[in-house]
C-alpha cells in the first residue's frame, strides 16, 4: 500500500492540476465562478500587460501577446490551481538591460533559451529547493526593483520630452534633472489622478479595479478634449489585432555564450517570482501547489512566448491574488483571462491604442508601491545585523548594479551567515563540564549512571552537525587537551550529519592521538553517522571494534582495552 502511495506521490508531482481537477471533476457552480473571475482578471491585465511592455522598452502588443500565450499555457499545465501567468513588474529591470544591450531579437532568443533552462530545472526537481531563498534576500532584490519601476515611470509621470532614457539608475535621474522645467502638467495631472484613484476606489467598489475606471476616464478625457500629452498611438502607432504565426529563433554555439547570461536570470527571477506567487496562493486558498509541475508549465510558457515574440513569463501574485478573492479556484479561471485578452486585442486594439502613456505610468507607480512592501523592509531593519546586511546588500546591489548579481552576492552572503549559525550551535564539551548541574533550558546530555568515569577514560560529547563550518571548532577542542588520555570516547549521539571536511578532520585528529598511545572509540552515532565513518574506512584507523551504538557499551570497551593494556 505505502509503495502504491508513493508511487501515487511522485506521478502527481508532474501531473498539472487542470488535468487533476478534471478527472475529479469541477461543479457548474464552481465553474461560473472561475469564468467570473477570470473576465476580471483579464480586465485587470489588460493595462498591466501594456505597461509592463512599454516600461520595458518592447512595443504594447508584446505584452498581449505574452500574457495570452503565457496566460493560457500556465493555466492548463501549472502545478498550481490559481496561478496566472504573464508578463510582470520584477522582469521591467532584466527585459529593459536585455533590450539596450542585445535588442528585440536577442530577448526573444534569450526568453525561449530561459524556458528550456526552466524545463531542466522542473525536471532536475529543483522546485523543492527554490523555496529555500532566504527571505531577506527575497524582500531586498524585490523593494530595489520597485525603486527601479518608479524611477523609470518618472519621464512619462512628468510628460517629460525625453527621447531616451539610460539603463543606469543614478543617470536616469540625472537626465530628470536636466528636463525638470519641461513637465507637462497636464500629463501630470493624469498620472497624479490615476495613482489617487486606483489607490482609493477600493472604498467606493471592491469588485471594479480601479485602474480599469481610471483608464476609460483619462482615455476618453485625452481623446474628447484633444489633450496634448502623448498615447500608446502617438508613440508606438497601431497595435496589431492579431497573432503572428510562431517562429523559431535563430540560436548557434556563439548566440547561447553571449545569451546564456540574460537567460539564466530570465529562468531564476521567474521561477522565483512563481513559486513564490504559488505559496502565497496556497495561503490563500489553503491548497498545496506542485512546485516542479509549475516550473515545467513556466518553461513551456517562456518557449511559447519566445517563439510568438513575446517577452519573459512568470506567476503573476497580484493577477493571481485578483483572480482568488473573486473566486477562482480552477484553472479555468486562468484560461478564461486569456481568451479575455485575446478578444480584447482582436477588437478593441483600436480603442487601448489611445490610451494616455502618463496613465499607464500611474498604473506602474502604484504597482511599484504594493511591490515594494516597504512596511516589511523597514520592519526587517530592526531584525538580526545579519539579516540585515542579506537585505541592504541585495536592495542596493539591485538599484545601482544588477539584479542577477544582487541575487548571487545575496546567496553567498546567506550561506556564510548560516554556515556560522551552524557552526555556533555546534558544541563540544567534556564529560566535566556535562556532569555539572543543569539549568531548565539545557538537556541532560548523560545519564545518571554516568557518574564515574575511569580516571584513564576522557569523554567528548559532540552536539550539533560536524560538517565544514565546525570542523576546525572540533579540531581546536580535541588538539588543546591539558592532558593526553589512555582512551578517548568520542560521544556522537547528538550529531545529525557529517560531512567529507568533519570525517578529513577526525580521521587527521585520530591518527595524531593513535600516534602518541591513544585509542579512539567512536560512541552512539546514528545509522547515517556511522555509515558515512564506515564508508571513509575510519574502522581501518580506529577498528571497527570501536565503533559502538551507545555509551554503556564504550565505556565497556574502554575497560576492556585497560585490562588489556595492563
Not at 268 to 285: F, H, P, R, Y
Amino acid at each position: 500500500m505505502l509503495k502504491y502511495l508513493n508511487k501515487k506521490m511522485k506521478q502527481n508531482d508532474f501531473t498539472p492540476k487542470f488535468i487533476s481537477l478534471l478527472h475529479s471533476g469541477i461543479s457548474k457552480q464552481q465553474l461560473s465562478k472561475d469564468i467570473l473571475a477570470g473576465i476580471i482578471v483579464g480586465i485587470v491585465a489588460l493595462p498591466l500587460a501594456i505597461a509592463f511592455a512599454i516600461a520595458s522598452g518592447v512595443s504594447p502588443e508584446k505584452g498581449l501577446i505574452t500574457a495570452i500565450i503565457g496566460g493560457l499555457i500556465v493555466s492548463v499545465l501549472g502545478g498550481s490551481r490559481v496561478q496566472i501567468g504573464g508578463p510582470t513588474g520584477a522582469f521591467i529591470v532584466i527585459v529593459y538591460a536585455i533590450v539596450h544591450e542585445h535588442g528585440i531579437d536577442g530577448l526573444t532568443i534569450a526568453t525561449f533559451m530561459a524556458g528550456f533552462l526552466m524545463l531542466g530545472m522542473g525536471f532536475a526537481k529543483l522546485g523543492n529547493y527554490l523555496k529555500f531563498i532566504p527571505y531577506p534576500l527575497i524582500v531586498g532584490f524585490t523593494s530595489g526593483i520597485a525603486l527601479i519601476i518608479f524611477s523609470s515611470q518618472i519621464k512619462d509621470f512628468l510628460g517629460l520630452p525625453i527621447q531616451s532614457l539610460p539603463p543606469d539608475f543614478v543617470d536616469k535621474w540625472m537626465v530628470y534633472g536636466d528636463y525638470l522645467d519641461q513637465i507637462n502638467w497636464i500629463a501630470f495631472a493624469i498620472a497624479l489622478g490615476t495613482v489617487l484613484l486606483s489607490l482609493n476606489f477600493h472604498r467606493i467598489s471592491k469588485k471594479i479595479p480601479g485602474s480599469i475606471v481610471v483608464i476609460l476616464l483619462s482615455t476618453a478625457v485625452v481623446y474628447f478634449f484633444k489633450l496634448p500629452v502623448e498615447t500608446i498611438e502617438s508613440k508606438f502607432g497601431e497595435i496589431p489585432n492579431k497573432i503572428s504565426m510562431p517562429t523559431v529563433p535563430g540560436i548557434d554555439f556563439a548566440t547561447i555564450k553571449l545569451l546564456i547570461q540574460p537567460a539564466i536570470a530570465i529562468a531564476l527571477l521567474g521561477s522565483i517570482e512563481s513559486l513564490l506567487s504559488a505559496v502565497v496562493a496556497d495561503g490563500m486558498i489553503g491548497g498545496r501547489h506542485r512546485s516542479n509541475m509549475e516550473l515545467l508549465a513556466q518553461g513551456a510558457s517562456n518557449i511559447f512566448s519566445g517563439l510568438f515574440g513575446g517577452i519573459p513569463v512568470t506567476g503573476a501574485i497580484a493577477r493571481t491574488a485578483t483572480n482568488i478573492k473573486n473566486g477562482g479556484r480552477t484553472p479555468v479561471a486562468g484560461i478564461v483571462h486569456a481568451l479575455v485578452l485575446l478578444l480584447i486585442m482582436l477588437l478593441l486594439a483600436p480603442v487601448a491604442k489611445l490610451i494616455p502613456l502618463s496613465c499607464l505610468a500611474g498604473i506602474l507607480v502604484v504597482v511599484a508601491w504594493h511591490m515594494g512592501e516597504w512596511h516589511h523592509f523597514f520592519s526587517m531593519m530592526k531584525s538580526n545585523r545579519m539579516d540585515v546586511l542579506v537585505l541592504l546588500s541585495s536592495f542596493f546591489l539591485t538599484v545601482f548594479f544588477d539584479l542577477i548579481i544582487a541575487i548571487e552576492i545575496g546567496m553567498i552572503l546567506s550561506s556564510f551567515i548560516f554556515m556560522k549559525r551552524m557552526s555556533e550551535a555546534t558544541s563540544i564539551k567534556t564529560a566535566g563540564n556535562l556532569l555539572e548541574p543543569k539549568t531548565e533550558n539545557e538537556g541532560t546530555l548523560f545519564e545518571e549512571e554516568l557518574t564515574e568515569i575511569p580516571k584513564n577514560v576522557l569523554i567528548y560529547e559532540i552536539n550539533g552537525p560536524l560538517f565544514f563550518g565546525a570542523s576546525q571548532k572540533f579540531q581546536e577542542v580535541i588538539t588543546d587537551l591539558n592532558k593526553q588520555p589512555e582512551i578517548l570516547i568520542l560521544r556522537m549521539r547528538y550529531v545529525p550529519f557529517i560531512d567529507a571536511t568533519g570525517i578529513n578532520r577526525l580521521k587527521e585528529m585520530c591518527t595524531q592521538l593513535l600516534a602518541k598511545g591513544t585509542t579512539i572509540i567512536i560512541s552512539g552515532a546514528n545509522h547515517e553517522v556511522r555509515h558515512e565513518l564506515l564508508k571513509a574506512q575510519l574502522f581501518s584507523i580506529i577498528g571497527k571494534h570501536n565503533i559502538l551504538l551507545n555509551i554503556n557499551e564504550a565505556l565497556q570497551r574502554a575497560k576492556e582495552i585497560s585490562n588489556m593494556k595492563k
